[in-house]
């Protein structure tokens, strides 16, 4: 008995992914990108380009036409959602409990919703088993009925986790820049602000760091907040400026006492050190743009 060897299809172009700042090259590498990322899916991978690239560099004509048909309901959902004024929610599809039920099966009312654009994909590849393409869809309902500001942060969230901070930044500040109190409330927004400093923190960008924790503080005043801002302020304060700032915010010294300690031993951290040497003095936007080099060169294939 013979067999024939299945290789998966190679691209001779890479499709190149924003969020990650990488190339790939097969379906098999963007079914891992869509599991391993599900809160970074967005226009960076729902559009045109992406159906145009199976068709011309993987030369899977049928899920190409699959995808184009989905994207086009997409785009004709979002053009009804812009008309009518449903609101952000109704980007993709309805939202609620049919529409969660909706997307684990790939459509809402005969539209379009994330999940049934990026199913295809898994199955053309054959990429999940049948449990985990029902967990994956479990996911995609419950993240396709979020408003686009909490996709957005849900996205920032995970960026900081991967510790790509200055991605992550460049997304809270999306948030934060349209910002709407009355629709989520000082809670959400004193949470964005409080990843945002941490984000900055990651970037060795100590006192704007302290400035969003104080910001996040303001709105809600959390004792893991302000340890967060005592935390950041003697990695960018003077000896005598961090006294008198602990005065004026009136520290408690037990927990002032135990942020530095705290801070002794990370600063006695090698790579702590070492990073912060490197980066000490130099602009943000420098330091920003040397971080993104060096993580695109970290993931490029």
């Not at 898994?122 to 419950?142: S, V």
């Not at 964005?192 to 303001?218: D, H, I, M, P, R």
């Not at 302020?233 to 135990?258: C, G, M, N, W």
Request: charged residues 30%; proline residues 3%; hydrophobic residues 35%.
């Amino acid at each position: 008995m013979s067999y024939d060897l299945c290789l998966p299809q190679q691209a001779n172009q890479p499709y190149y992914i924003e969020n990650i700042r990488t190339g790939i090259y097969s379906l098999e590498e963007l079914c891992f990108y869509l599991y391993n990322n599900i809160s970074l899916i967005d226009e960076s991978i729902i559009n045109e380009k992406l159906c145009d690239w199976i068709r011309d560099e993987l030369h899977l004509t049928r899920l190409y036409r699959q995808l184009y048909e989905q994207l086009e309901k997409i785009e004709a959902a979002r053009e009804r959602t812009t008309h009518t004024g449903t609101g952000s929610s109704a980007r993709y599809a309805a939202t609620g409990p049919r529409a969660q039920e909706g997307a684990r099966r790939g459509t809402v009312q005969g539209e379009a919703t994330v999940a049934s654009f990026v199913l295809p994909i898994f199955r053309e590849a054959g990429y999940l088993n049948g449990q985990e393409m029902r967990d994956y869809q479990e996911q995609m309902a419950k993240l396709e009925v979020q408003s686009d500001e909490m996709k957005q942060k849900l996205r920032g969230d995970y960026l900081v986790r991967e510790k790509m901070y200055a991605r992550a930044a460049g997304v809270y500040g999306q948030i934060l820049k349209k910002r709407n109190p009355g629709k989520l409330g000082s809670q959400f927004y004193a949470a964005v602000w409080s990843n945002l400093g941490t984000a900055y923190a990651g970037l060795f960008q100590f006192e704007e760091a302290a400035k969003c924790f104080l910001e996040s503080y303001q709105l809600m005043k959390t004792k893991e907040t302000f340890r967060k801002y005592v935390s950041a302020l003697p990695l960018f304060l003077s000896e005598e400026e961090y006294q008198l700032r602990l005065v004026e915010i009136k520290a408690d010294e037990y927990l002032v006492k135990t942020i530095q300690e705290y801070n002794a031993k990370l600063c006695q951290n090698p790579e702590f050190l070492e990073r912060k040497e490197r980066m000490a003095g130099r602009p943000a936007g420098e330091v920003l743009e040397e971080l993104k080099e060096q993580y695109e060169r970290s993931t490029r294939t």
